[in-house]
């Protein structure tokens, strides 16, 4: 699972790069930086004119019910489900991030990160409701380096099939399937 996520522009020129070209984009709409809460207008990239290009998009589908936020699906049952079988199949993203956050049973905050790099890229689906673009993040079963504290976690795609995930029908289930990279863990 993944309730809340960090994008901070001082620990990676990846996430920089992203939210310049944000701020050309969209002058006068802010990007949250920092910690990301379901609700919160953040970054995702998405497809555009065949080449990916950042957004801005809230975290969370609405309910049907219109009490609350749906801010993950579950990978393994996405093509099954109404919600987020057509954003599949047509509106998928990345959700661009520093890390991401999880609690263990003791109510103990850790940050999730991938090795090597500043960035860590999740993946996700877009659609609109009332003109509005919302994402939700794709969660898959946790590996090693996170089964000790959540039985879920995010869909890693590491940055260079980006590109595949959002543009490339023929990989979307490869990647759907795909074990994600092991993470490092650090107590926030």
């Not at 993944?2 to 701020?23: A, H």
């Not at 969370?60 to 954003?87: L, M, W």
């Not at 890229?121 to 969660?139: N, P, Q």
Request: aromatic residues 10%; contains cysteine; proline residues 5%.
């Amino acid at each position: 699972m993944c309730g809340r996520y960090n994008f901070t522009v001082e620990q990676s020129d990846e996430i920089l790069e992203i939210l310049e070209k944000l701020n050309a984009k969209f002058q006068g709409k802010e990007a949250r930086t920092g910690e990301v809460f379901p609700t919160n207008l953040a970054p995702i990239l998405i497809e555009e004119h065949k080449e990916v290009s950042p957004a801005l998009s809230v975290w969370g589908f609405p309910k049907f019910d219109q009490k609350g936020v749906i801010i993950n699906a579950r990978a393994e049952t996405a093509f099954e489900k109404k919600t987020f079988r057509d954003s599949l199949l047509n509106r998928r993203c990345i959700v661009p991030t520093t890390g991401f956050y999880e609690w263990d049973g003791e109510k103990k905050k850790f940050m999730f990160r991938q090795e090597g790099t500043n960035a860590l890229y999740m993946a996700g689906l877009y659609s609109y409701y009332r003109e509005e673009m919302r994402y939700v993040i794709l969660t898959t079963e946790a590996n090693e380096s996170m089964k000790e504290i959540h039985t879920r976690m995010p869909l890693v795609i590491p940055k260079n099939e980006i590109d595949t995930w959002i543009m490339d029908d023929s990989a979307t289930n490869d990647l759907l399937k795909r074990v994600p990279p092991q993470l490092i863990r650090e107590a926030v």
